[in-house]
């Protein structure tokens, strides 16, 4: 059973614009979320988190914001860069200190 | 900044064989290290908790008999592929939430390519 959806599995974006990336979850006991980012043949890269006691954590160009109601998280990237293209990744983690991770978004900024 | 290191990095075996994996924090320590394994365009799977001085916690599905895990010290954890068959063929990434840090970072290492012929 999957607890942490990424329903996106593709995301295109124009150099400039903003990205929105998505992911839900099932499990209320998670307390803390991820992002992280994933170049192909690497291990993922932390890139920015968020505690359930919060809604919005802003890091440079990256926002994440968490909607605890309604199970839903969302990562905002903006100006979105070429550089930026990879696969992201939402994880979620609760007691146990373990982490389930979405399926991924990749994300293409156009140049 | 943390790191942690997976050795090797790529590795090919015949079908049959055992592999090793060894994943190390370099400047922490880690009672507690994680593996994931990841097929082609599919999310990183949580495999097992490995634990300093005790045994494994193995997620539900997984073989522990197949995939031995021992955290031999808090700087290194290692994942054993026994009798590896083509379909154990994968991405095996471990990660470590620093010891005293709160339990919130996990720090990943680059990831193990490992192909069963």
């Known amino acids: 059973d999957q607890q942490v959806k990424q329903n996106s599995p593709s995301l295109s974006v124009q150099e400039g614009r903003i990205s929105i990336l998505n992911c839900d979850y099932t499990?209320?006991?998670?307390?803390?979320f991820l992002w992280y980012k994933k170049y192909p043949a690497e291990g993922p890269t932390f890139l920015i988190s968020?505690?359930?006691?919060?809604d919005k954590n802003e890091d440079g160009r990256f926002t994440v914001f968490l909607n605890k109601s309604a199970k839903h998280l969302s990562l905002h990237i903006v100006p979105s860069q070429p550089g930026d293209s990879a696969v992201y990744f939402c994880?979620?983690?609760?007691?146990?200190?373990?982490?389930?991770f979405g399926t991924g978004t990749s994300l293409t900024v156009i140049p | 900044g943390a790191v942690v290191s997976q050795h090797p990095s790529w590795v090919i075996c015949k079908s049959g064989t055992s592999v090793k994996i060894e994943c190390r924090s370099l400047?922490?320590?880690?009672?507690?290290m994680f593996w994931y394994r990841q097929f082609p365009k599919q999310s990183l799977m949580l495999m097992a908790t490995?634990?300093?001085?005790?045994?494994?916690?193995?997620e539900q599905g997984v073989e522990k008999d197949k995939f031995l895990i021992n955290h031999a010290s808090l700087t290194l954890s290692t994942l054993t592929v026994t009798s590896a068959h083509p379909e154990d063929s994968s991405f095996y990434i471990c990660?470590?939430?620093?010891?005293?840090?709160?339990?919130?970072?996990?720090?990943f290492g680059p990831g193990t390519r490992l192909l069963v012929l």
């Open positions: 490995s634990n300093e001085g005790s045994k494994a916690t193995y």
């Open positions: 400047d922490f320590q880690a009672t507690t």
């Open positions: 499990n209320s006991m998670f307390d803390y």
């Open positions: 994880a979620a983690s609760g007691p146990g200190n373990q982490f389930y």
């Open positions: 990660s470590a939430p620093p010891t005293g840090w709160g339990s919130v970072t996990q720090y």
């Open positions: 968020i505690s359930s006691i919060k």
